[in-house]
């Protein structure tokens, strides 16, 4: 257990470290003033009508870096400092949750994928490393083959949420490609504004990228230690 709580350490080091580098991105890009003056919800608004979408609203939702797409009522959710803003930090969230919504429209597969997998994720991902920790117990306990069985279903449900985590990355990268794309080709920020945009979406998927790394990592170090022992 000491090599898995290494893991788990340096994992979340990485992790802070990203989310640190994150914040102090967003801090900086948002003192950097969009010239043409439009908010977080007009450039949301914006790119939504340049690609044909009627069907889909802008909101405001509570907290910091609270910003997400929901297909479910088709509403592109800002965070109210990304809402109400005019810099190029927000500029970057609205257009890149946008893109989204883009992907949605036009059925991209990594997103119709990923979409499929919210519903076994959201049940399995909490009780995944109970299984398999109970499991080695059990089977170290009774030597019944019933432990293992336990182990291998917990490993199971870890399996699909790395294959989320992963699936995750290019609907991510995804997004922000659109983003930076439709940012550009419409002329909507200046030359500085938009490598501010680009350099806090390329943070942010980081964060992205270390939590995929991390669930990999979990679950190879669970699935040694059960078919290690088999």
């Known amino acids: 257990m000491f090599g898995y709580y290494i893991l788990i350490g340096g994992i979340a080091l990485i992790s802070w470290l990203v989310s640190n580098q994150l914040k102090s991105k967003f801090a900086k890009y948002s003192k950097v003033h969009l010239r043409n003056g439009m908010s977080g919800a ?7 009508a340049d690609h044909g979408i009627t069907d ?43 893109g989204h919504a883009v992907q949605h429209a036009q059925a991209y597969s990594w997103l119709e994928m990923r979409s499929t997998l919210v519903p076994v994720v959201s049940v399995s991902s909490g009780m995944s490393q109970w299984l398999v920790i109970g499991g080695l117990v059990l089977g170290a306990a009774s030597g019944l083959g019933l432990g293992w069985w336990v182990a291998i279903a917990g490993l199971a449900m ?17 997004a922000s490609n659109r983003a930076l794309a439709w940012l550009q080709n419409k002329h ?14 390329k943070w942010a998927a980081r964060t992205y990228l270390v ?3 991390g669930a990999l990592a979990n679950l190879l170090y669970w699935a040694f230690q059960v078919l290690g022992r088999d």
């Open 211 to 213: 939590a995929a790394i």
């Open 158 to 174: 870890m399996g699909f949420a790395t294959l989320f985590s992963f699936i995750t990355l290019p609907v991510e990268y995804d």
């Open 56 to 98: 889909v609203q802008v909101i405001s939702t509570p907290g910091k870096l609270t910003d997400h797409y929901n297909p479910k009522n088709k509403t592109v959710n800002l965070s109210e400092a990304v809402y109400s803003q005019r810099n190029a930090a927000a500029a970057a969230v609205a257009a890149h949750e946008c």
């Open 42 to 48: 007009e450039i949301a608004e914006k790119m939504l």
């Open 188 to 201: 909507m920020v200046s030359q500085e504004e938009y490598k501010g945009a680009e350099d806090a979406l």
